[in-house]
C-alpha cells in the first residue's frame, strides 16, 4: 500500500515539473503566433501626471504597427513597487486616468512571459531610456539570458527571436553610429531652442545621469547643441554623476545674468523634475540658479510628450526588427 502510494506521489511530482514546460515553449496548449510583439521598457514613474510621457510614446508605437501588440514594463524595481501598493486602492488611481497597465505593470521576465504564453515568439524589446547606462546595460542581460535558452528538441525553442533595440541617444558599437543619434536627437530639440530665443534666455537641461557610469554624452550633446544654435547658451547637467548643478552654475556665471529655461533631458517629468529639477527646496536646480541671480522658468514636460522624439523609438524598433529578420505589422 505504502509502495503505491510512493509510485502515485512520484508521479505528480515529474507531472508537476515537466507539464509547464511544453506551454512556456510555445508548445502543447499554447500555438505560436504568426507575427511579433513589442516591449517598450521604460525606467517608469510613480509621478500620476508624467506617466502621459510613456503613453504617449506607446500611442506613437502602436499607430506605427497596428497590427503588432506593444506592451509595457518599468525596467526600475523601486518604482514597480510602488504602484504595486497602489494595487491596494485600485479604483482611486484608475479614476484619476491612469491605464490599467501601468498600475499592474509587470517586470521584463513576466511580460515577456506573458507574450511567450499568448504564443509570440518572436519580440522586440525597445528601452526608452536616454541612452546606454546601467538600466539598458541590465535590461539586456534578460534579453541576451532569455533568449539564449536551448531546448535539447527545436521545437521546444521558446524564442524565434528576442532583441533588444537601442536608447533614444543609441549605445556604443559600430552597427548603428550613436553620433548619427545623437544628431537627430538635437534636430528633434529645436522647439526647445525656439522657446528660449522667444524669452531670451539660457537653456539648461537637467538628465539623469549615473554615479556607475560614464556621463560624456551629456557633454556631447552640450556641444551638438553649441554646432547646431550657437545663438543659444545650453548647459546639461545630470542628477547623479558628472556634471552636476554645481558645474552647470559655474557654466552660466560665464555669461551674464538673466532668464533660464529650466528643462528635464528625461523621457518624462517625474520626480526628479518635479523636485530636484523645479522644487522650492533650498537644494533644487531652480532654487540654486535662482539664488545665482538668474531668472529661472522651469518646463514640466518629459520628452516623451514630444512627438517626434516619441518617433525615434519607433525608428529603433524598425532598425531592430529589420536587423534581427522580423516582420512588423
Known amino acids: 500500500m505504502f509502495q503505491r502510494a510512493a509510485f502515485v506521489m512520484l508521479i505528480n511530482v515529474l507531472f508537476v515539473l515537466v507539464a509547464p514546460f511544453p506551454v512556456w515553449a510555445g508548445g502543447g496548449g499554447t500555438a505560436a503566433r504568426e507575427g511579433a510583439a513589442i516591449v517598450l521598457a521604460s525606467f517608469g514613474t510613480t509621478v500620476p501626471e508624467a506617466v502621459g510621457s510613456i503613453i504617449n510614446i506607446k500611442k506613437r508605437v502602436e499607430h506605427a504597427f497596428p497590427d503588432t501588440p506593444v506592451k509595457i514594463t518599468f ?77 535539447m528538441k527545436a521545437k521546444w525553442q521558446p524564442f524565434g527571436r528576442l532583441v533588444m533595440g537601442r536608447p533614444a541617444l543609441g549605445r ?64 546639461v547637467g545630470v542628477v547623479e554623476g558628472f556634471p552636476g548643478i554645481d558645474q552647470v552654475s559655474d557654466c552660466l556665471k560665464a555669461f551674464k545674468k538673466g532668464k533660464v529655461v529650466l528643462k528635464p533631458f528625461m523621457i ?45 523609438f519607433v525608428s529603433h524598433i524598425k532598425d531592430a526588427a529589420n536587423d534581427a529578420g522580423i516582420a512588423l505589422k
Open 268 to 312: 518624462v517629468a517625474g520626480d526628479h523634475a518635479m523636485n530636484d529639477m523645479a522644487g522650492d527646496e533650498a537644494d533644487s536646480w531652480k532654487s540654486v540658479l535662482t539664488r545665482a541671480g538668474f531668472d529661472v522658468m522651469p518646463v514640466l514636460e518629459g520628452l516623451g510628450s514630444n512627438d517626434a522624439f516619441a518617433d525615434i
Open 75 to 151: 525596467t526600475s524595481n523601486i518604482v514597480r513597487s510602488v504602484w504595486r501598493k497602489r494595487q491596494v486602492d485600485a479604483q482611486k488611481w484608475l479614476d484619476q486616468g491612469i491605464p490599467k497597465e501601468v498600475l499592474y505593470v509587470k517586470n521584463i521576465v513576466a511580460t515577456i512571459g506573458d507574450l511567450l504564453e499568448s504564443g509570440y515568439k518572436d519580440i522586440i524589446v525597445q528601452p526608452t531610456h536616454m541612452f546606454y547606462m546601467e538600466q539598458s546595460y541590465d535590461l539586456e542581460q534578460y534579453v541576451n539570458a532569455l533568449s539564449g535558452i536551448r531546448t
Open 172 to 235: 556604443p558599437g559600430s552597427v548603428h553610429d550613436y553620433c548619427q543619434d545623437l544628431e537627430k536627437a538635437v534636430a528633434i530639440l529645436e522647439g526647445d531652442v525656439r522657446l528660449a530665443r522667444r524669452e531670451a534666455a539660457m537653456l539648461v537641461y537637467m538628465g539623469h545621469g549615473n554615479e556607475h557610469w560614464p556621463t560624456g554624452i551629456y557633454a556631447e550633446f552640450a556641444h551638438q547643441m553649441h554646432q547646431l544654435y550657437p545663438d543659444v547658451v545650453t548647459c
